[in-house]
């Protein structure tokens, strides 16, 4: 039996209702971000066509009740297409968070404890750091071609240092505890120390920390495609559609305008959840609450 079947079902919906009427903003952020990710899964039955379906006599026609978004330059579906970005946008931010919260949390357990690799592992984290993003991305796409597991790789790398430093002052706080030193004088191993004592005060903060990785990952990506060093053209990514829309901005402005509101409100929903979290699974906050 786990920990969570031993807690009454009515104090989980109260604990659930609590943070829904203290947190209305997290809630919400919650609630559509969970139907962006359903409209990405979902996407091919939610009324869409081909993205890369090409249709020369609708060009540029604004949105209307046959094309709810209207269509783009070469008369595809922007509706289909912004749908479809979704499943780019948020496969890089979560697989990013994923890999940087995992690689991250490895590094900084094992860095935090030990104190003779903590001074090394340490000084090549920094070396890390002072590499930018955008600039390892384009180096990337130069050597291997532009594609999506570049772009991940490339955003990816940067991002391991920032978990490794939080996951280090956890572990720097927490290894001096008496139950730390307690396990430690009756002889327990240190892979047993590690993920019995000190991986659990790591979780909450990563889980945070994860929220914003992916945040950022996803205007990297946006970001990347939109400069040309990201996603294939041919993937329909919200940063490929603004960068091919952005010289028909004057008169056809909603090729732009509404993946870019997509974007935005996918990493506000992020961010915003992202707080909520923190305040509910940071104690000091939650008793301020």
Not at 237 to 249: C, H, L, P, V
Request: proline fraction near 8%.
């Amino acid at each position: 039996m786990s920990a969570a079947d031993t807690v009454p079902a009515p104090r989980r919906t109260g604990a659930l209702a609590a943070f829904v009427l203290r947190r209305p903003f997290a809630a919400v952020a919650a609630l559509i971000l969970i139907a962006i990710v359903a409209a990405a899964v979902l996407a091919p039955w939610l009324g869409t066509v081909d993205p890369r379906k090409l249709n020369v006599l609708p060009r540029m026609r604004p949105p209307s009740e046959t094309a709810w978004f209207g269509s783009d330059q070469f008369g595809r579906d922007l509706y289909t297409r912004v749908v479809y970005g979704a499943r780019v946008s948020l496969i890089v931010g979560f697989t990013v968070a994923l890999l940087s919260v995992s690689i991250g949390l490895f590094i900084g357990l094992v860095s935090g404890y030990l104190r003779r690799l903590d001074a090394v592992v340490m000084r090549i984290m920094d070396g890390l750091m002072s590499i930018p993003g955008i600039l390892l991305a384009i180096g990337l796409v130069a050597v291997s071609g532009a594609s999506m597991k570049t772009v991940i790789i490339a955003i990816t790398i940067p991002e391991i240092p920032r978990v490794v430093r939080l996951v280090r002052a956890v572990v720097l706080s927490v290894r001096e505890e008496p139950y730390v030193e307690a396990a430690i004088s009756v002889g327990t191993r240190l892979p047993l120390i590690l993920v019995r004592h000190i991986l659990p005060n790591c979780i909450p903060p990563l889980i945070v920390q994860a929220t914003y990785v992916a945040a950022s990952a996803m205007l990297t990506e946006a970001l990347l495609s939109f400069l040309g060093a990201g996603t294939p053209p041919e993937i329909p990514s919200w940063g490929n559609m603004m960068a091919e829309g952005r010289i028909f901005f004057p008169i056809a402005p909603w090729i732009v305008l509404i993946p870019g509101c997509a974007l935005a409100l996918t990493i506000l929903s992020v961010n915003v959840l992202g707080d909520g979290l923190r305040d509910r699974l940071d104690p000091k906050i939650a008793k301020r609450m």
